[in-house]
């Protein structure tokens, strides 16, 4: 799941975005085209595309900087979805 997570995710990224450049573990909000709008869009999309629910305590920018944190955001709420 880790490997298809990001790829999505950086392909959502790129879908709204189609000439950056950047890295997993880049930070893409200090590469100065991502914003806190979009940041809300990658929640929802996050939520809806993994069918996870992104609790208040999760919603910082540090979990939003890199596809990479998206992704292990994504894993952290999935698994106690697995485990019941």
Not at 3 to 14: Q, V
Not at 49 to 62: C, M, R
């Amino acid at each position: 799941m880790g490997d298809y997570t990001a790829e999505t995710i950086n392909d959502f990224i790129h879908g709204r975005f189609p000439d950056a450049t950047f890295t997993d573990d880049d930070d893409i909000f200090s590469l100065g085209f991502i914003n806190s709008l979009f940041a809300m869009e990658l929640v929802m999309y996050i939520e809806q595309k993994f069918s996870v629910t992104i609790p208040n305590d999760e919603l910082k920018f540090d979990n939003f900087r890199t596809v990479n944190c998206m992704a292990e955001l994504v894993h952290r709420q999935a698994l106690p979805a697995v485990g019941q």
